[in-house]
């Protein structure tokens, strides 16, 4: 069926450290691709998505690419801060509004 | 703001006892849905609903129930609480599409002593 998988976490880096979750996923189709960021006590926010193969989507200085060949969809950025400690979840979405999220990975950004 | 809006932020509940939480979104969605998140377990699908009037079960249904009678408002009825019905609440909703993403209420936090 389909699924996404996420790397394990926590992941723990020092300030202006290069981040990379990996996410790759199962899914029959051409699904969405998206990251969504939550920080402590809050819900969800939408960070970044691409619907199509090869398009990259960015947003506050995240990357990710949909890699249709490698079915992956890692998130990047060049330069983490303190405040992008958070957990991230990556996530697909097919026809039919079905969404299928990964476990979450919990990023920690210390000084 | 446009958004998703949850009542209540907390709650305590006791054994067999019912509560209804609240989720109301001002953006005209189609498509909405409520999710568990528990430690270690990511997000789960309870139920979801399609437009108003529709509604379906998810990936762990048993022991809620939901309704739609509007566009605007989905809630999530707890027939009788379990210490297991332990979580963190999210509702959500977005349009249909495939590339529409959803936008997340900020959570129900649910304890059941």
């Known amino acids: 069926g389909d699924s996404v998988t996420q790397m394990e976490g926590p992941v723990t880096l020092s300030e202006e450290a290069f981040l990379t979750i990996n996410c790759t996923y199962t899914?029959?189709?051409?699904?969405?691709l998206f990251w969504y960021v939550q920080y402590p006590g809050e819900g969800l926010q939408l960070l970044l998505k691409?619907?199509?193969?090869?398009d990259k989507g960015s947003n506050k200085g995240f990357e990710a690419t949909y890699r249709k060949e490698t079915t992956s969809f890692h998130l990047e950025k060049g330069s983490v801060q303190v405040s992008d400690s958070a957990v991230y979840f990556c996530?697909?979405?097919?026809?039919?509004?079905?969404?299928?999220f990964g476990t979450g990975t919990s990023l920690t950004v210390i000084p | 703001n446009a958004g998703v809006t949850q009542t209540p932020k907390f709650q305590v509940l006791k054994t067999g006892q019912s509560m209804t939480l609240q989720c109301a979104q001002d953006?005209?969605?189609?498509?909405m849905s409520w999710y568990r998140q528990d430690p270690g377990m990511g997000l789960r699908l309870i139920h979801y609903?399609?437009?108003?009037?529709?509604?379906d079960q998810g990936e762990v249904p048993n022991g809620y129930n939901v309704s739609r009678s509007t566009t605007e408002d989905f809630p999530l009825r707890l027939l009788s609480a379990a210490p297991s019905q332990t979580s963190v609440y999210f509702c959500?909703?977005?349009?249909?599409?495939?590339?529409?993403?959803?936008?997340f209420g900020s959570g129900t936090r649910l304890t059941v002593v």
């Open positions: 959500a909703s977005s349009y249909s599409g495939q590339g529409a993403g959803y936008t």
């Open positions: 899914a029959t189709g051409y699904p969405s």
């Open positions: 691409a619907t199509k193969a090869d």
């Open positions: 996530a697909l979405k097919k026809a039919g509004n079905q969404f299928y």
């Open positions: 953006m005209n969605h189609e498509y």
């Open positions: 609903s399609v437009g108003a009037g529709i509604t």
